[in-house]
């Protein structure tokens, strides 16, 4: 990597741990500056503009989120592994991030009703998301194991629903068992829309 690259490198690692604490609206140049001990003319040569900064940081989060998740998840068998896998990571990324901040939900707050590049960004990076869980849970339709009538779209409001309520008991209330909770939640989501059919453990070269 060369000098500049990994300049900028580092200057995005610092940006992401400030705004998984203060938001993406406490992201600045002067704040970033201070924490990498540049100058602010320094940082701004690598992004240009605080809004480029900010879609920069949703980007790279994105970039981790697929690393944890998404990606480790494609190992397991189409259908419903795959789908337990994707929601397991989920889970397990959260949890680490009660500390912290989820950049999606924190940024869904601070730009639901802010409409341009950013809010575009974000927006985008998690219709993405949903985009591989609605294909995973359509997987486990076409396995057989999930029933033929499932309502993809729900059941996703319902997964997605599940880790925002983990989210606020978790880091808002500070409430014991939220993850435990969470848990018992997606086995009955599960439950609900499953059949009797064993999900067969299919060769992992083939993946869609």
Request: charged share 25%; aromatic share 8%.
């Amino acid at each position: 990597m060369q000098k500049g690259q990994a300049t900028r490198a580092a200057i995005l690692e610092a940006a992401l741990g400030l705004a998984s604490h203060m938001g993406l609206e406490g992201l600045s140049i002067g704040a970033l500056a201070e924490v990498t001990q540049m100058s602010k003319s320094g940082v701004f040569a690598h992004f240009g503009s605080r809004e480029e900064l900010q879609i920069s940081v949703i980007r790279e989060y994105h970039a981790k989120f697929e690393e944890e998740v998404f990606y480790p998840a494609l190992r397991e068998p189409r259908g419903l592994p795959r789908l337990r896998s994707l929601f397991e990571r989920w889970v397990k990324r959260v949890s680490v991030e009660i500390d912290s901040g989820c950049i999606y939900i924190s940024g869904a707050v601070e730009f639901d009703d802010r409409p341009g590049p950013v809010r575009d960004a974000l927006a985008s990076m998690v219709r993405a998301w949903h985009g591989a869980l609605e294909r995973a849970i359509r997987l486990a339709v076409e396995q057989g194991h999930f029933k033929s009538d499932t309502d993809v779209t729900q059941m996703l409001f319902e997964l997605h629903g599940l880790i925002l309520a983990l989210h606020h008991d978790a880091r808002f209330l500070r409430l014991p068992g939220a993850l435990d909770r969470a848990q018992r939640a997606f086995e009955h989501v599960l439950a609900h829309y499953t059949t009797d059919v064993e999900p067969a453990v299919a060769p992992r070269a083939r993946r869609r």
